[in-house]
């Protein structure tokens, strides 16, 4: 699978993200990251991508060969898969998920089962159906900052 052909997800079922960013984050995702062809994405699709990957409640991640029950907050991923649908070679996306961890946009715990992500950036976010949910991987003490 090429870029040309993946069509980055947004995520869907949101009527609305509470976030907080640093100044260095939020200059990041105003940037643009170039692909192994030499075509340039933002940033902001980018991490669209990665939060539409979401568990937006507790459950099962589709499309894993072992795939892992998701508690809200969490997203299960690839460093392959995203190689290949962003068209970025594994150690470019590896570099990129840890400087976007360094910026506390994410979290990762690789394992040799299944890679899961949370996104401390995230505080709550508002569903049409079950209102507003506080990000339960965030500790109480960190929302109140």
Known sequence: MDKETYRFMYPT????????????????LCGTTTDDNGRKTSN???????????ALTDSVANGFHR?????AGQAQYSEEQ??????????????LLAMLTDM?????CRSRVASVM?????????TAENGNISNPVIPHEQREE
Request: glycine share 4%; net charge positive.
């Open 67 to 71: 795939p892992l029950m998701l508690s």
């Open 118 to 126: 949370t996104f401390p950036c995230l505080f709550e976010w508002k």
């Open 44 to 54: 902001f699709t980018l991490f669209g991508d990665l939060l539409a990957r979401m």
């Open 104 to 108: 506390k946009v994410i979290n990762t």
């Open 82 to 95: 995203l190689s290949s649908q962003w068209n970025m070679g594994r150690k470019r996306i590896r570099n």
């Open 13 to 28: 079922g949101i009527a609305s993200f509470s976030f907080r960013f640093s100044d260095r984050a939020l200059q990041w």
